[in-house]
Nanobody, 114 residues
């Protein structure tokens, strides 16, 4: 059974950092393209970052380039999103997804506020 469980969200001040985790079960993250999305109230869900299967290839949304980094740990079967220099507009629920499938996590709230 495929499951994705996000964690690591919370309240952070502008300019701060957070690292989100997505623990996968039922498949191997090394073999699957994975992504982080986010959704703010009243806005469509947007792709934040993705990482290719079987390799280090990554890509990022324009709003987060240079500030966010996606990575994976095969031993922990976990995908991470390291977020730095956070801005109030980064406030959203962040979701992990196995790309090209309907497998999503439940989401974790990130709030950037002073």
């Amino acid at each position: 059974q495929v499951q994705l469980v996000e964690s690591g969200g919370g309240l952070v001040q502008p300019g701060g950092s957070l690292t989100l985790s997505c623990l996968a079960s039922g498949f191997t993250v090394e073999d699957a393209p994975m992504a982080w999305y986010r959704q703010s109230p009243g806005k469509a869900r947007e792709l934040v970052a993705n990482i290719a299967s079987l390799g280090p290839g990554t890509s990022y949304g324009d709003a987060v380039k240079g500030r966010f980094q996606i990575s994976r740990d095969s031993h922990r079967n976990t995908v991470y999103l390291q977020m730095t220099n956070l801005k109030p507009e980064d406030t959203a629920v962040y979701y992990c997804r196995r790309l090209f499938t309907d497998y999503w996590g439940q989401g974790t709230q990130v709030t950037v506020s002073s």
